[in-house]
């Protein structure tokens, strides 16, 4: 009995942990544009939704290469990413943040809105040539596709990690995010730094759509995936890289151990309600997260 | 605004510096070595015979209603310290940003070594060679002293990521020529012990003297000091102000000063512009200021009048 309990919380555990990683991916995505631009993109989720779209549109044809249907979404991802920038976010540069905030809840609704307009709104497949064999951990029982999330995941933060530390644009990037007049003055491009920015939140988009869209299907439902970076980033801090893995992964493991212990006695949903609960109790005793900068403004 | 006890004794330790660049810079070897471009080889402009470096043209900037700065021309010679000066709100700090590229003119024109350089975006105008430290202490605080010495390289770096992924070697070797140069500078300004440290964890005057070393990592052939000892002790005060001259004199290149310690500008200055509410009230080397009698009602006030001979 002692036995059986035990295996079952490390099932929650370990299947937390990969869901959590993959929560992590998109958050980066989150995290990467606010710390670099200072915007706050509310419609990540949606970026995530619109990959998926894309994916599993170019999947569905005939005789494509599932790769081919990655190449495509990030590809799309990215340009529109860079189209985001200049055309709505740029001209918004030294408005109030409320204005940005604003902008990007309306494009998420907007996005949300296009595929039910153009390609109807049922549920598409996206499966990844991966086969079904379950992997086993011990007593942890984890699907193949979340296995491919968090290889892919930990790729990601491990390759975006050691730009941002150790690469020359990264440590650009990170002096436009400190200061971007200063960053100005040294003779740095601060706009093309802001589209890098954006480019590589799509890219995180692109492959968090193909990874959740083949685990969940591809509807606009995938959007609220990106609902679940808001307490990501709040718990680990906006702007810190390791904070949204850590965010990530404490999310995914509380959501899991939620279901597995409350859902039998309230009747399911609180998955989508415990992280929320932590996020607000974060917001009240540590607010900037747990490795957010402690931004002080001087007046 | 007379001067007391301390700033005498930083008068008489730069005096012989002083004494020196007296007779260095009217000597025409001195003039001519300071008219190469030495401080940028890679990047060499049409060589302009005329010895005004930057020229700044009939410029204006209003905000608003206010007008920040008014039809101030000014010729910044090659290769000699020139300092601004003013009371607070005179315009000082506007001007530079408009050098700099952060504020565009209203009217006028700015010109480096005969290029218009008005519209340029501050990116550009560093990349052309005008570096700037700020009033306010603007170092990355998050990244180390030689990550933010490194940053100063960047306009020097070969740009683009697929470029930096098919050449790694080639990448490579490039970053060691850039460390070097920072390697150099941190020599210079002696924060040998201090490279791998943040720089938010650092005392007052030696981030000044890490912002000092950024610039100087452009490699300028002009640097732009806003108030470089703003809230420095004497001792501090002394050391910038040699760091400067060395600047100045050792690398050959031209600086534009903004400082509020009148010692310290007298004393370093081959010519000084003084600025009150957006005008140009006196131009000279630092002994025509000080007897200016437009300077001394404006700015130094009356008592400083009696004294001056």
């Not at chain 1, 409320?98 to 609704?109: D, E, Q, R």
């Not at chain 2, 000014?74 to 709100?89: A, C, E």
Request: charged residues 20%.
């Amino acid at each position: 009995m002692m036995i059986d309990e035990l295996s079952f919380a490390f099932s929650l555990v370990v299947s937390g942990l990969s869901i959590g990683l993959m929560y992590s991916l998109i958050a980066l995505g989150f995290v990467l544009v606010y710390k670099a631009t200072d915007a706050i993109n509310f419609a990540q989720g949606e970026f995530v939704m619109l990959a998926g779209f894309v994916a599993a549109g170019v999947a569905a044809v005939e005789g494509m290469p599932i790769l081919a249907a990655i190449i495509a979404a990030v590809a799309v991802m990215v340009l529109f990413s860079f189209a985001l920038e200049r055309v709505v976010l740029r001209p918004l540069l030294g408005r109030p943040i409320v204005a940005v905030i604003m902008a990007t809840i309306g494009l998420g609704a907007i996005l949300r809105g296009l595929p039910p307009l153009t390609v109807g709104g049922q549920t598409q497949s996206l499966s990844l040539p991966i086969g079904d064999e379950p992997f086993v951990i011990g007593p942890a029982v984890l699907p193949p596709i979340q296995v491919v999330g968090v290889i892919v995941s930990l790729l990601f933060l491990g390759a975006f990690t050691w730009f941002f530390l150790k690469s020359r644009m990264g440590v650009a990037m990170r002096a436009v995010a400190d200061n971007q007049q200063v960053a100005m003055a040294m003779g740095i491009n601060v706009q093309r730094y802001f589209a890098l920015a954006w480019a590589m939140a799509g890219i995180v988009s692109a492959l968090g759509g193909v990874i959740w869209g083949s685990m969940l299907g591809v509807d606009t439902h995938l959007a609220l995936v990106g609902l679940k970076v808001f307490p990501v980033v709040i718990l680990g801090g906006l702007d810190s890289i390791v904070g949204a893995v850590i965010g990530g992964l404490i999310v995914g493991v509380v959501e899991s151990i939620a279901a597995g212990y409350l859902d039998p006695f309230v009747g399911g949903g609180t998955k989508d309600f415990a992280p929320y609960v932590l996020m607000i109790v974060m917001l009240m005793f540590k607010p900037y997260g747990l490795f957010g900068q402690r931004r002080i403004e001087r007046v | 605004m007379a001067p007391g006890c301390p700033q005498r004794s930083l008068l008489r330790r730069l005096h012989v510096t002083r004494a020196r660049r007296m007779t260095a810079v009217t000597s025409p070897a001195r003039v001519a070595a300071t008219a190469s471009p030495v401080s940028d080889p890679a990047q060499p402009l049409p060589h302009q015979e005329t010895k005004v470096q930057l020229s700044i043209d009939r410029v204006s900037k209003r905000f608003g209603g206010v007008t920040a700065v008014e039809d101030v021309s000014i010729d910044v010679p090659h290769g000699g310290i020139l300092s601004i000066i003013g009371p607070n709100g005179a315009g000082k700090t506007s001007l530079l940003n408009m050098i700099s590229g952060f504020y565009t003119p209203d009217n006028g024109r700015i010109t480096l070594e005969g290029r218009d350089i008005t519209r340029r975006r501050p990116h550009q105008v560093a990349a052309l060679g005008i570096a700037r430290t700020f009033q306010n202490i603007a170092l990355f605080s998050g990244l180390t002293v030689l990550d933010n010495l490194m940053l100063g390289r960047h306009v020097r770096m070969r740009s683009g990521v697929l470029r930096s992924v098919i050449y790694w070697g080639l990448a490579q070797r490039e970053e060691i020529a850039h460390r070097e140069v920072c390697e150099e500078l941190i020599d210079f300004l002696k924060l040998q012990d201090l490279r791998k440290q943040p720089t938010g964890a650092l005392a007052y005057g030696l981030r000044k003297r890490v912002e000092l070393g950024r610039a100087l990592a452009l490699e300028p052939r002009i640097i732009l000091l806003d108030e470089p000892m703003g809230g420095m002790n004497q001792d501090e005060k002394e050391d910038m102000a040699r760091y400067i001259l060395d600047v100045n004199q050792e690398r050959g290149i031209t600086v534009v000063l903004i400082e509020h310690d009148m010692g310290v500008v007298m004393d370093i200055s081959d010519r000084v512009i003084v600025l009150d509410r957006g005008r140009k009230i006196a131009e000279g080397s630092p002994a025509e200021v000080q007897r200016s009698p437009a300077v001394i009602a404006a700015y130094l006030g009356a008592k400083k009048g009696k004294q001056s001979p």
